[in-house]
């Protein structure tokens, strides 16, 4: 039953399929961005309308990306931690609290890519979010740099997933757009300029950047759910124009040990030096291109034309990558020159046969690392990840709206002359601020980017991880609400506003390691913090962190211990110093200070996080 669910709410929720239709807020991409978009907008009264190409909501999270890229478990707040709880109680319901299967979603990281549509399912539900699928973009209309209207068609079934029967086209006006796609589709329809590949070092003093722009984007491959359970899998098929020339490297890399048996907790998996494989509830994982592997199942130079590609082009991508897959898949499991171990090894794996049923068991996402990125009001590069001045946290944003906490990450954009991958980017940072502007256009009116964001090269690939781009998603979602409900221009917004409505949902403008949303000093720590008042902090590294738990099962790049240097230990008593220097940036702040607060500077028995209780009480932004 849980399989038909979107076809059922297609009927149920959908739009009438026929004329025009208008509504408060039209999102295109069902990408969990775009849902908690629908999500938050729909809870502040909006009338909301979904629009996802595919047959299933969810992105790349229900498409087979089953574990999720951040660093630390403290960065998880908002639209993405509610995401998580629900996916939690999904495992604890249905096999037990405490049972394996419910200690092997990690807390609701890890995730079987049906649970995590269901879940994105029951959360566009209690927001009365109407959703269109199949359908696609084909045109927006946008006068006098304001965006109109947008007209969509029924999907082209090329990809192999089903095409509607009967479904005309339709055209859905709104006062407000959102788009969640990750190629900005809708920005570029609606004629918002934008930037595409990688700008020159030179351009934002970016020392990660080529010393000279290129047309590149990020390498693309599919995230590859498959099943270890005999009763739940079917062989991979080996795919039409098989070239067994294209793997046959691998031979070699074996004979001279470059490839090797790895342990990673468990799971039968022996060749980590090609695929990056995370094991996930109920015998699958999640199979991802290695950075750095001579051979894996990603595409360079192939998918550079993606983003501004037709329909039809880019069926013909899906069905390239699909076969790079399928094709390393097969070799590893029934080529005869190479070791037992590995055709063993990858044998034990096949397509989960309770998974995309509608798709042949493939997903019907690719994994777009990065498209089109909108030309913001902000910009958000390389330096927006790199230290403040005496300060362990990076630069400061106040007018911050959500954060992230990756590095800055790219698995390649072009083939070298020699062979090797050019553009590979692997570079550590702390966790960031993301500014409002990014998803503002500079000049256009009526519409937001929630993932196609403004954002350098560089600067985008440590912004391209889901729970980041959810939380943009539940700004540009609270935005849209202010916006309607106001009726002001979405680049008028009043920040601290929108501040204040995300703090009350749960979701971070600044990262702590100690303060989570239910602390009864979360909303000061929250609008201080992303005022500077965390950054002058030096005696912050010794707190535990909020997000307690059983170890983390396999190798993995995530900590249940919060980033150092981060921590407000809010339960410390306020030294003097510290008190006078943050009533001076209140001061700078609100200009005015009264007597009672002047008076706190002295008195020794208040606590961090009572102190700024205070001060949030006396000049928090009005409701």
Known sequence: MKQLLPFLLLNIFSVPLHGQQSYDLIIYGGTPSGIAAATNAGREGLSVALVEETYQVGGLTAGGLAHTDFKTFQSLGGSWKEFMDRVQDHYKTTYGDGSPKHAACAHGAYYEPRVARDVFIGMLASANVTILLNHQLVSAESVNNRVKSATFVPADSSRGYPQPK???TITLQAKVFIDATYEGDLIAAAGVPFRLGCEAGHEFNESLA???????????????????????RRPIPKPDNYNREDYAKIIDLAAVGDVTPKDIGGAPWPLDDL??????PNMKSDFNDKMGSPISIKLIEETHAWPAASPAQRAALFDLAKKRALGLFWFLGNDPALPEWIREGMGSWGLPTDEFTDSGNWTPVLYIREGRR???????????GSLAPGSPRNKLNPDSIAIGDYSFNSHGTHHRPDGSIGGVISSPIQPFQVPYGVLVPETFNG????VPISASHVGYSALRMEPTWTALGQAAGLAAAAAVNNNIELRDIPIPLLQKKLHQNGAFTIYTGDVPAASPYFQAVQFFGTHGFLHQLSDNGSAPGFFEGPPIRVPSQWSNKPAPGHSVLPDTPVTPALASAW???HGKLFSTLSPDLEKLSADGTLTRGGFLNILFA????AP
Do not use: W, Y
């Open 166 to 168: 009967n479904a005309p």
């Open 210 to 232: 080529p010393e000279k722009p290129n047309d590149f984007i990020m390498a693309t491959n599919f995230r590859v759910c498959l099943s270890r359970d005999p009763d739940n």
């Open 275 to 280: 695929i990056r494989v995370r094991p996930v």
């Open 374 to 384: 909108l030309r913001g009001v902000k910009t958000f590069t390389q330096a927006d």
């Open 447 to 450: 519409i937001l980017a929630s």
């Open 583 to 585: 009533l001076e940036l």
């Open 618 to 621: 006396s000049h928090s932004p």
